[in-house]
């Protein structure tokens, strides 16, 4: 029975002993004549995206990876990759063989010029992404699996020495660079933290805040007594009514582009290379570790999910290391 038949039907059961018998033929008829001119299709309560294109499924992706609480930032990275991906993609996603991943990092290289480690985050993207393809049944093998981890020289990467600092703070031109560089260096947050942070959530008395990082995990993370000197007398020089902590334009709160152009000014005043927001919370990890703090404390300060991560941010200074060979082996 067609849509148009039962949609009749309907009609005439609900109109039985209504109307007189006689009349029903002709209803039954003028009905039909009726929605002749139409198409009729049951209605669907279902929510669900029917797109397999490579976009559509792209998009079911991101998606995916944005319920299981992963960042904005995060997204937006992977969004970037694949989409570059998919431009140069001349074939369906489940006709990608081991192969055309080689081929497409191989050129990505060529073209491009980029280090191994930027090209081994691109084939870790793709493997997540095919991962999922072949876990939710859109394709029927992970041609990824076949890609081996692209080995790249892994330099460590040094914290501030305690000259760099104070000449960082001593390039600081205003209260809000020197409160900026002194809320880094002490909590150690992201950038994405600070911008979020409000004047409201920072407890003078106790010099603590709560922040939420990656996932919309809460951490609480201290200022020292320094810090909070900077801070308190940045806010005591505004007269807006801001809710943010640092302000950006006007009484905007500020961006994290602008606390990145900002730190990295600081640095070519004071003639420190490489001065970036990450790298105060590179410095914090390792300060804390020299003095004595655990790793796993160290963890619970920046909100790292696995305790590698955290190892991966503390640099180890020669000189520590023969204190340690001299304390323990000599």
Partial sequence: ?????????????????????????????????????????????????????????????????????????TIQHYERILQGFLLKLDRRLYEVGT???????????????????????????????????????????????????????????????PEEMEKIKNACRTPRELALVGFLQSTGCRVSEVVSVDTADINFKTRELVVYGKGGKERTVYLTDVAAMYLWEYLSSRDDSSPALFQGRGSQRIKKNAIEAIVRQIGQRAGVDTVHPHRF??????????????????????????????????????????????????
């Avoid at 991101?62 to 904005?72: V, Y």
């Avoid at 919370?281 to 991560?309: F, K, N, P």
């Fill in 1 to 73: 029975m067609d849509a148009r038949s039962e949609v009749t039907n309907r009609i005439l059961s609900a109109m039985t002993g209504v109307i007189p018998a006689a009349v029903m033929d002709q209803l039954e008829a003028a009905v039909l004549q009726s929605l002749e001119d139409y198409e009729i299709q049951e209605r669907s309560t279902e929510i669900v995206v029917r797109d397999g294109t490579a976009e559509g499924l792209l998009r079911k992706y991101l998606a995916t990876k944005r319920i299981e609480g992963k960042s904005e930032n």
């Fill in 281 to 330: 919370r590179r410095t914090l990890a390792t300060s804390m570790i020299d003095r004595g703090a655990s790793l796993l404390d160290v963890q619970r300060i920046l909100g790292h999910e696995d305790i590698r991560t955290t190892q991966v941010y503390v640099y180890t200074s020669q000189g520590n290391v023969k204190a340690a060979f001299e304390r323990y082996a000599a």
């Fill in 99 to 161: 192969f055309d991943l080689r081929l497409y990092l191989s050129l990505y290289k060529e073209e491009r010029g980029v280090s191994n480690r930027t090209l081994e985050n691109i084939r870790k993207c793709l493997s997540s992404f095919f991962s999922w393809l072949a876990d939710e049944g859109f394709i029927p093998r992970n041609p990824c699996r076949g890609l081996k981890n692209i080995k790249y020289d892994k330099v460590m990467r040094k914290p501030f020495s």
